[in-house]
């Protein structure tokens, strides 16, 4: 097809010459006045200079005698989507068409497919001020006859949708939280999104679901940050909801979405939401050193989600004004398969004690002299979200029984941290 879509370029350029007047120009290099472009190129910006131009929304009608192409070129007016279709105006006619829909630079083609009687496309993504290409050819029809058709481009305004192109992580679309976005994943392809979390506090998630429930194929999408590096990676099929995550305030997010073992001539459509639901007892990453450490207050219950591969533990810090027994409830949210935790208590001079090395819920105790604190909560798992709390009660060591004689119970012990 291509081979003929060139010859029949080339005939209109050279006029009468002759096939074998032509190889010799082509072989000599004079042709055409461009010498330093692949001929392919050449036979390109012919196609460019011959293709009509389309208004979207404006049907238009033609005819195709058999084994014949036409160009065509339209620029979207919106942000939004577009479809195309291709359909007889005789309906006593019954031949196929062959369409092909391309970029500006008439290097990739973003969809190719044959139809009889009609061809509509999915929904394709845009931006304003895009230009695109058709190809349209005749195939296997009557040779007696040209095939009459309309093509019209109907373009729909929608600021819900992905911005085309968006395949990089320097073109990705801003994502605004609780307002879903539509978009559309080729094969092979893929969607890159740009978020800055709110300026509170909250939990943070990812819901994406197919827009056509007969759709069956997967979905990959990454969690990464300004750096590249990854939080989580999900895959599943037909739809996908993510843990909850909490973020620093105004904290810059990438999420990546593409393809999964889909049919090689899939497109799928989606629906995209990043939810946030404020909530000012939330951990908030990046919190993965005592530097980075979130504040906490006593009698305060406080949640975390252990992330992916960049988190390997949470910290939180903690000011205890005089000498005090700490009481410490810990314990992961969902019990049925957490694995290990181990929570840590780390002082100003960076000295670590183990509090808790357990796979249940626990209650520890101990006491504690003056000064600031930090508690490390790791765990074997990912992905596994947790609760706690600390309680302060006042505790004179005046006249008490050596504390590392003071009992133990199978949940609660007392031990002294100096």
Not at 102 to 123: A, F, H, L, P, V
Not at 389 to 401: C, D, E, F, Q, V
Request: aromatic share 12%; glycine share 6%; hydrophobic share 30%.
């Amino acid at each position: 097809m291509r081979i003929k879509r060139i010859t029949e370029a080339w005939k209109k350029h050279i006029g009468k010459r002759t096939l074998a007047a032509t190889l010799a120009l082509v072989l000599a290099g004079t042709a055409f006045p461009m010498t330093t472009s692949p001929q392919t190129v050449q036979a390109e910006d012919l196609v460019a200079s011959q293709a009509t131009t389309l208004q979207v929304n404006s049907p238009i009608t033609g005819s195709l005698p058999d084994n014949s192409i036409r160009y065509y070129r339209f620029t979207t007016t919106a942000n939004g989507y577009f479809t195309i279709t291709i359909k007889h105006t005789n309906i006593e006619e019954t031949g196929s068409w062959n369409f092909a829909l391309k970029n500006e630079e008439r290097t990739y083609t973003y969809d190719s497919r044959d139809g009889y009687k009609s061809i509509e496309t999915c929904k394709w993504p845009c931006t304003k001020g895009q230009t695109y290409y058709i190809d349209l050819s005749s195939y296997h029809l009557n040779n007696s006859i040209d095939e009459a058709y309309q093509l019209l481009i109907q373009q729909t305004a929608e600021e819900n949708w992905e911005l085309e192109p968006n395949d990089s992580q320097g073109t990705a679309t801003p994502l605004t939280c609780n307002v879903p976005i539509n978009g559309m994943v080729e094969p092979d392809g893929v969607d890159w999104y740009i978020l800055k979390t709110p300026s509170t506090t909250g939990r943070l998630s990812f819901s994406i679901n197919h827009q056509d429930i007969s759709e069956t194929g997967s979905w990959n999408i990454s969690i990464l940050n300004d750096k590249g590096a990854v939080y989580s990676e999900y895959t599943d099929f037909s739809s996908l909801a993510t843990c909850d995550y909490g973020f620093a305030p105004g904290t810059t997010l990438y999420i990546k979405i593409n393809n999964y073992h889909l049919n090689s001539a899939t497109k799928q459509l989606y629906s995209f939401k990043a939810n946030f639901t404020p909530d000012a007892n939330y951990e908030h990453e990046p919190n993965g050193s005592t530097t980075e450490a979130n504040p906490i207050k006593y009698n305060t219950n406080y949640c975390g989600m252990m992330l992916g591969r960049e988190d390997s533990a949470d910290y939180y810090k903690f000011t205890n004004k005089s000498t005090a027994k700490i009481s410490l409830h810990f314990g992961p949210t969902d019990i049925s398969n957490t694995g290990n935790w181990v929570v840590k208590l780390i002082n100003s001079a960076g000295t670590e004690t183990t509090l808790i090395d357990s796979d249940a819920i626990e209650n520890t105790s101990f006491i504690l002299r003056k000064g600031t604190y930090y508690l490390s909560i790791s765990s074997s798992t990912h992905e596994s979200e947790y609760t706690f709390n600390i309680k302060r009660k006042n505790y004179s060591l005046a006249g008490k029984t050596k504390i590392s004689k003071l009992k133990r119970t199978d949940k609660t012990h007392i031990t002294s941290i100096k």
